[in-house]
T-cell receptor
């Protein structure tokens, strides 16, 4: 599957491939991380979250990996489908945080 | 269905004409928040509310007001809109603060200030 080592604004994959979207964060005090999916004309939709006491969490076809040492977060989508085409954002907040800090977003395009 | 509802979805208006964007959630969430989304700048928080009658500024509060008189509603008020407030606005809610669980977003309000 396609993967990117650094954050890239776009990622193009073939249907059925595994996709990996990366996100770097800068605040070492960040304790809670969320991935959102935003389709055209809609608001961000929650995909999966992870707290800093974990390094991996799995959902349905999605896995989030957290590497606190290098302040890096990734979202893995298995067997990517055309319906997965969207902009994906990571977001972070500190313990007792009052706001989510959003990353720049990666546009995932899935071709069949 | 659990949802956050914003109105209007689209609005074109002129500089200086007061407007209100409404936001309502049906999940009994304590925390509500407003964001604006701009190309190249991503989503930035305008105001948030931890509970009824408790509101506070986010990262970009200038030119905006909010109120939280009821738990379910959190309107965003632009007293004297200016062209630099042309943007896509999102309301969000969650059980507690940003740390306690994921925020649920409305589908957005696209404002154009001429």
């Amino acid at each position: 599957g396609e993967s990117v080592g650094l954050h890239l604004p776009t990622l193009s994959v073939q249907e059925g491939d595994n996709s990996i979207i990366n996100c770097a964060y800068s605040n070492s005090a960040s304790d809670y991380f969320i991935w959102y999916k935003q389709e055209s004309g809609k608001g961000p939709q929650f995909i999966i979250d992870i707290r800093s006491n974990m390094d991996k969490r799995q959902g349905q076809r999605v896995t989030v990996l957290l590497n606190k040492t290098v302040k890096h977060l990734s979202l893995q989508i298995a067997a990517t489908q055309p319906g997965d085409s969207a902009v994906y954002f990571c977001a972070e907040t500190e313990q007792a945080g009052t706001a989510l800090i959003f990353g720049k977003g990666t546009t995932l395009s899935v071709s069949s | 269905e659990a949802q956050v509802t914003q109105n209007p979805r689209y609005l074109i208006t002129v500089t200086g004409k007061k407007l209100t964007v409404t936001c309502s959630q049906n999940m009994n969430h304590e925390y509500m928040s407003w964001y604006r989304q701009d190309p190249g700048l991503g989503l930035r928080q305008i105001y948030y509310s931890m509970n009824v009658e408790v509101t506070d500024k986010g990262d970009v509060p200038e030119g905006y007001k909010v109120s939280r008189k009821e738990k379910r509603n959190f309107p965003l008020i632009l007293e004297s809109p200016s062209p630099n407030q042309t943007s896509l606005y999102f309301c969000a809610s969650s059980l507690g603060g940003a740390y306690l669980g994921p925020q649920h977003f409305g589908d957005g309000t696209r404002l154009s200030i001429l």
